[in-house]
């Protein structure tokens, strides 16, 4: 353990985290020569043993992964030796093997795959982890190492990967506290260490109250809308639930609903949408304000002490975005066109709704039902005749890997013999276009009550040029799991997802770096989500729409009038999509541009909020934010604070990739081969910004995008 201070953790927490301490570390001696995190998976592509770890391993793991890592770091800052980038640097980049394992197994199953055993080592870690971390970057013997270097950096004659790596150190160390007073050190560690505990515990009543706010409906009539698909399945939910005989709604992360398009009952509609959106604010054990209140505070706390005037401004000093101001602006361009979008879209629900007899003014709850009517009577089809022709495995495998293949060269070949930690899980091993193997990919794409809501990407292993890893590589969603013998059929965004989130895992995937600080998606955070959004474009490109886009009753290709209908209504909607988005931006900058004294207490939570939305012109009653601030999971315990923007950032650039691939002849080897070799397989070694100018030979246009969101007409007055 690398903390020399004890860290402070609430009473009411100790005796639980007692005991279960003690409990496992009473097995740590026994664990240790069976415990299959203390050394590499046997498995190709060390691929983690997840059907040989149980709970139980983690705590000896982070025990003797500390301890190994510890070593290691002392060694490094009390070498005799004058520093050099070998026996510094590199040998940082070499440490913590044993910990980084078993840290990622962990990470992994905590988010898709929890318990409560690792919902409270979690607890229990989360502040240690954070110790362990200031151990490292407070260290001032090392550091003392690292700034001899980085000041003679000119002489040292070193790569441009290995100097970006020298520079990459320095800054960490100083974002993190290295020049601070000792005094001001002690309260830096205090702040990380109870940031870390809120966070998780964030994070999990975010989770739970998922779990346990679904909406339990009493007779079948209620579901009228409803396929007879997601009916059954909210049978055979109810019933896992203990509701045998009814019928539960689960609700998703977001604050739209997915069953909200297609429920003719407004009393229910209104009550899964009060469901949603009262999540961590309505008292009880699950309440997130005073969480919010306290981790906006010692943020703020922070950020004052490391010399920034808040925490956006610190978190912004490190992306590409570069100050509170740009993002201000990027938001404040936005918002007036989108809402004016959306009131224009309002009112043409607010007609179908009087035409069809209805006494009431749209509300949140209605917009997803009547924005599907409008477009049926402007497009003549709504969403779910999509269904029918995306089918999950037919889109994953001829249509996210066809266009990888067209694209890249790559190919796959599915790996029945290697195995995840779901028996849902899909195992495939990549190929690269002259046949040599290339990574493993994990596809986990069923929701579960033990899983956290939305989509991501995980690395299971990074790519390490020092070692000679090569990647493994997961894609999670939270699709709803059909009955047995049903088949899987995707909403349209669903199908967008699974091509973004593959955008991730080719990121990681064509990974070629010497280090690992630089692997993959290891860059700023306004740039992560920019490849991803980028390989979304080749969902609708024709001849990878027309591979996999097939009824998977007939085989009958998507109809070519029905293509031109969802052509045609690309833009529609957007008003909505994007005033949801643009205030959830909001409350996210609203929280992290506060003073510490700024900041209101628990009660105050949601009244600041509103004033926020209010002030941005963005408090719009029929479109609420995609995320209220009390289960705003990417910002309060997923690592977006003050970043959500990102997405808008990184659509920018995807906006104006997508033109230059059009301009210049689309879906091509060529034009694969340059994106890849230019900008996937370089990770965070090079400058982002370069990368992307190198790549397309211009500077990023908003244009595209305002375009693309149908913004780019005058705002209505």
């Not at 693309?708 to 007055?717: E, I, M, Q």
């Amino acid at each position: 353990m690398l903390n020399s201070r004890s860290i402070p953790i609430q009473a009411r927490w100790m005796p639980l985290l007692t005991a279960l301490c003690l409990a496992m570390s009473s097995v740590v001696s026994a664990q240790t020569n069976s415990n299959p995190l203390l050394s590499p998976s046997p498995l190709p592509y060390e691929l983690p043993p997840f059907e040989q770890i149980r709970d139980e391993h983690f705590l000896p793991a982070f025990e003797l992964g500390m301890a190994e890592a510890q070593k290691e770091v002392e060694a490094i800052a009390n070498n005799p030796a004058p520093p050099t980038f070998e026996n510094t640097i590199v040998a940082m980049e070499r440490t913590g093997e044993t910990l980084e394992r078993a840290d990622r197994a962990f990470g992994i199953l905590t988010g898709a795959y929890t318990n409560p055993n690792l919902e409270k080592l979690d607890t229990l870690m989360s502040p240690r982890f954070a110790a362990h971390r200031d151990s490292i970057l407070l260290n001032p013997a090392l550091f003392a190492r690292i700034n001899r270097l980085y000041e003679s950096r000119a002489t040292l004659g070193l790569d441009p990967e290995s100097d970006r790596l020298l520079e990459r150190y320095y800054k960490d160390f100083v974002r993190g506290g290295a020049k601070l007073s000792d005094a001001d050190k002690a309260k830096l560690k205090e702040y990380n260490a109870e940031l870390a505990r809120l966070s998780t515990q964030f994070k999990q009543n975010v989770l739970k109250e998922i779990n346990a706010s679904g909406v339990v409906v009493e007779r079948r009539e209620d579901l009228a809308g409803m396929s007879d698909e997601a009916i059954a399945a909210a049978a055979a939910a109810a019933k896992s639930a203990g509701h045998e005989g009814k019928y539960l709604i689960p609700l998703t992360n977001t604050t739209g609903q997915p069953p909200l398009a297609s429920l003719k009952n407004r009393e229910l509609r209104e009550r899964i949408m009060a469901a949603s959106l009262a999540r961590g604010s309505r008292g009880g054990e699950f309440d997130n304000r005073a969480i919010v209140s306290s981790l906006a505070r010692i943020r703020a706390e922070r950020a004052r002490l490391l010399g920034y005037p808040n925490h956006a401004a610190l978190q912004l000093d490190e992306q590409t975005a570069g100050n509170v101001e740009t993002v201000n602006q990027l938001l404040a361009r936005l918002a007036p066109p989108a809402v004016a979008n959306a009131q224009r879209e309002a009112v043409d629900m607010q007609q179908i709704i009087e035409a069809d007899g209805g006494k009431f003014a749209l509300g949140a709850a209605d917009w997803a039902l009547y924005s599907e009517k409008v477009r049926a009577a402007k497009y003549a089809f709504d969403e779910e005749q999509l269904r029918p022709y995306f089918e999950l495995r037919r889109v994953l495998v001829d249509g996210v890997f066809h266009a990888a293949t067209q694209l890249y060269g790559i190919t796959f070949k599915e790996r029945t013999d290697l195995k995840g930690y779901s028996p849902d899980m899909m195992v495939f091993e990549v190929f690269d276009a002259d046949g040599q193997p290339l990574a493993l990919f994990l596809g986990d794409f069923y929701a579960r009550p033990n899983k956290r809501g939305g989509a991501w990407a995980n690395a299971y292993v990074p790519q390490n040029g020092l070692k000679g890893n090569r990647p493994v590589i997961g894609n999670h969603q939270n699709i709803a799991k059909p009955p047995a013998g049903q088949p899987t059929l995707m909403t349209y965004d669903e199908v967008d997802t699974m091509f973004h989130e593959f955008g991730h895992a080719l990121h990681g995937m064509f990974s070629q770096v010497k280090y690992p600080r630089f692997a993959g998606t290891s860059v700023p955070r306004d740039f992560v989500e920019y490849p991803s959004q980028v390989n979304e474009m080749w969902a609708v490109w024709p001849s990878i729409l027309k591979n996999y886009a097939k009824h998977y009753q007939t085989g009958e290709p998507l109809p070519a009038e029905l293509l031109a209908k969802v052509e045609a209504a690309s833009k529609f909607n957007q008003g909505h999509a994007t005033t949801e988005l643009v205030a959830a931006n909001v409350i996210d900058q609203a929280w992290h541009q506060l003073t510490p004294d700024q900041v209101p207490s628990a009660e105050g939570v949601l009244e600041f909020e509103a004033a926020a939305l209010k002030k941005a012109g963005v408090d719009f009653g029929p479109v609420p934010p995609r995320y209220r601030s009390t289960y705003f999971s990417h910002i309060f315990s997923g690592g977006y604070s003050a970043g959500y923007y990102s997405y808008f950032w990184s659509e920018v650039l995807d906006a104006d990739t997508v033109e230059w691939f059009v301009a210049n002849g689309g879906l091509t080897r060529s034009n694969g081969d340059r994106f890849r070799d230019l900008l996937l397989s370089r990770g965070g070694s090079r400058d982002a910004k370069e990368m992307y100018r190198q790549f397309t030979g211009r500077e990023p246009d908003i244009k595209p995008l305002l375009v693309r969101r149908g913004l780019d007409a005058t705002p209505a007055k």
